[in-house]
């Protein structure tokens, strides 16, 4: 198949003729996303232990404040 017959995974979800509406909060959150510092900060504990990305340091600095 070639790529003019099938249909990207964005086109599926959002043909041409239905533009998405977005609210202008969401728009602010995506051009300007929260730094990675806070949301693991804003995190519970729990979530902390069990994010695969974190360092045993990192989850013990947190947990300290």
């Known amino acids: ?34 730094r990675i510092d806070d949301v693991i900060r804003e995190q519970s504990p729990e979530e902390r232990k069990s994010n695969p990305a974190l360092v045993p340091e990192m989850i013990d600095d947190s947990s300290e404040q």
């Open 1 to 34: 198949m070639n790529k003019e017959t099938v249909p990207s995974q964005a086109e599926k979800s959002n043909p041409e003729g239905e533009p998405t509406q977005l609210s202008p909060e969401l728009l602010d959150k995506i051009k300007h996303p929260a």
